[in-house]
């Protein structure tokens, strides 16, 4: 049958479906005639309805994104008084892209802000790497006369930008310069740093102190504003603005007035205090002597000015109190007592005999007082610091056990305050001397090391702590220089809480002897520290002499320079009340020769101070 069928219904079945192609391409006229109609729409409405408004934005104008660099935080003291602020600035910049001709503008600039034009070109120079859009800074802080001159002026200069920033001011000058601070442009280095991962060119960040160690907390968050600029990078229209969020704001533990007190009385000396509550190892002053203007930073300064400050023999930029490292002469008395008590060595019956010197090892060791203190126990040879009684503990307990003690104290190592560029000190032990010279210990060694002299090295902060330790019974606080942190509304974000770094492995009875030799220095009429009493109050405290034999000294100091450098250090270490003690400290003045009669007057009115403070306030607000 198929081969009969008729060959035209062969050939019908192999025509094409044309009803089938004309649907699809009505399909797609559907589809693509529209999405013509919308892009000539569009066209229409860019070029005929908006063509002149975006011509000139072509021509003339164009939108550029700039920072905006959030306040920093603010920075109080305990009862909120202000010692860190920001002042407005106004800083000169300029957009090379936009200087045209660039060469004309910047003779101009000169003439108007009388900086030299090979300056101008040399700070231009130093950003040649990046996009010419960006600014070029040139003068920061130009004041109000200048920027009158450039905005009369401003049509003559296209390119200029003269921004607003804001400034640290340090609000009491010299006053807690080391503990604050000071900030200045973010370096190279800096900015390899991840620390720093998230900063730019220009940044203003910590350089020391409390703003270098809160950068973080202090910085805020950067905002940024979207701008229509003319061809002469003059702004026309902010478009956008995303605000920044300001730094968080810090209370510091310490009083100002009891800060500046401090200052004061070691205004005229070199040296340290450091005063520390017992109870919380919150710092309630720290002063250090020579200081510096923190202020002086914030413009910079010439190389000239820089080499004349960083070359300056008492070192006004180190912070004395936690950086400087001293021999803690007599106030070590008290590791040595601990150690000799706790180990059964001696107890508060034993006595030993002063003759004025002690014979060890075929030379005599003296004692302070030639004439000799006779037969003497522990307490008294605390009160009257008696070398040769320390000598022969430091002897039966040997270095390694005296090591001990003093680590257990605080002493060699950081008391992890959080400012930077803490020393830890030094506590030396037999395996030390063996690493560090490749040579035994010496047993004559131990006698200058029972009384504080030899290898040991200490920190002011690390015998305020040492001290307040002694004063609470023995827990020993972590130092804490900052009471709280507040976002700018005034929330509470952080507040700081006591926080323990160790406990003396000295029995209460053990201690409660020691601090009976304490009260004696300060109360009883052949104490070395009776200078430091304060009538109607009991204060506990232990004199120090540190000698400096082997410091070094410059050879251009005359005779009596080098004379006075080569005095005695004097320490002071306190705590009052006796027995209920509410501050702590410590107070090294370098070559004030005698602890008595340089160190210990001044403890007395820092302590004096303090407490009488402390009284006038309201229960519960002294210590907040």
């Not at 699809?24 to 013509?36: E, Q, T």
């Not at 231009?124 to 009158?148: C, F, T």
């Not at 205090?273 to 413009?299: E, Q, R, W």
């Not at 030899?454 to 002694?470: D, E, F, K, R, S």
Request: hydrophobic fraction near 40%; charged fraction near 20%.
């Amino acid at each position: 049958m198929s081969n009969n069928a008729p060959l035209s219904s062969h050939l019908k079945t192999q025509v094409p479906d044309n009803d089938w192609y004309k649907r699809r391409i009505i399909v797609l006229l559907c589809l693509v005639v529209p999405a013509f109609m919308l892009l000539l729409l569009r066209l229409f409405y860019l070029q005929i309805v908006e063509g002149e408004n975006f011509r000139k934005l072509s021509e003339h104008n164009c939108i550029r994104l700039q920072a905006i660099d959030p306040p920093r935080g603010l920075i109080f003291d305990r009862n909120g008084r202000l010692l860190v602020d920001n002042r407005p600035s106004y800083d000169l910049s300029i957009v090379v892209r936009d200087a045209k001709p660039l060469n004309a503008t910047l003779q101009r600039l000169s003439r108007y802000t009388r900086m030299p034009l090979d300056a101008l070109w040399s700070e231009i120079e130093k950003y040649r790497n990046q996009p010419s859009y960006k600014p070029v800074p040139l003068l920061q802080d130009i004041g109000r006369d200048m920027l009158a001159v450039l905005e009369v002026n401003r049509y003559e200069l296209p390119g200029i930008v003269i921004d607003v920033r804001l400034r640290r001011l340090y609000v009491n000058d010299q006053s807690a310069a080391h503990i604050l601070g000071y900030v200045g442009e973010i370096s190279s280095d800096e900015l390899k740093s991840p620390r720093y991962a998230s900063y730019k060119r220009s940044d203003i960040v910590g350089k020391a102190g409390v703003e270098k160690t809160f950068e973080n907390v202090l910085r805020g968050e950067r905002g940024g504003r979207q701008v229509e600029v003319n061809a002469a990078g003059q702004l026309v229209k902010i478009l956008k603005t995303v605000d920044a969020v300001p730094g968080n704001n810090i209370f510091l533990s310490f009083d100002l007035g009891l800060q500046q007190k401090a200052e004061k009385l070691i205004d005229n000396v070199h040296g340290a205090v450091v005063a520390m509550d017992p109870d919380t190892g919150s710092i309630l002053a720290m002063a250090s002597s020579p200081s510096y203007d923190p202020n002086m930073f914030i413009n910079g300064f010439s190389q000239e000015q820089w080499q004349k400050l960083i070359s300056d023999p008492f070192h006004p930029l180190e912070n004395k109190a936690i950086q400087a490292e001293y021999p803690p002469a007599s106030t070590y008395k008290i590791i040595t007592a601990m150690a000799g008590l706790q180990e059964g060595v001696i107890n508060d019956g034993t006595t030993l005999f002063c003759p004025g010197f002690y014979k060890f090892g075929g030379r005599d060791y003296r004692c302070w007082r030639k004439s000799g203190h006779g037969s003497i126990n522990v307490t008294k040879a605390l009160a009257e610091s008696c070398d040769v009684f320390f000598y022969q503990v430091g002897l039966r307990l040997g270095v390694d056990r005296l090591a001990f003690y003093a680590k257990a104290s605080g002493l060699g190592s950081l008391t992890g305050i959080q400012l930077d560029h803490e020393s830890a000190g030094l506590v030396p032990t037999s395996d030390w001397k063996k690493r560090r010279f490749k040579v035994p210990w010496q047993s004559g060694e131990t006698l200058s090391v029972a009384i504080g002299q030899g290898y040991n090295l200490v920190t002011p902060l690390q015998l305020c702590a040492m001290i307040a330790t002694v004063a609470n019974g023995g827990t020993r606080f972590v130092p804490q220089i900052v009471s709280k942190i507040e976002n700018a509304s005034g929330d509470v974000i952080r507040k700081s809480a006591p926080e323990v770094a160790g406990h003396l492995p000295v029995s209460p009875d053990n201690l409660d002897i020691v601090k009976k030799g304490l009260w004696d220095v300060v109360n009883e009429k052949y104490g070395t520290g009776r200078i430091g009493a304060i009538p109607g109050v009991e204060v506990s405290g232990k004199t120090g002499t540190a000698q400096v034999f082997s410091r070094k000294t410059n050879d251009t100091e005359n005779e009596k320079q080098r004379a006075e450098r080569l005095r005695s250090h004097a320490w002071f270490v306190s705590y009052a009340p006796s027995d209920n003690p509410k501050i702590a400290v410590a107070v090294l003045v370098e070559h004030g020769v005698h602890g008595a009669s340089a160190a210990a007057p001044i403890a007395r009115e820092v302590i004096r101070a303090y407490l009488a403070e402390s009284s006038s306030q309201p229960s519960g607000e002294a210590h907040q």
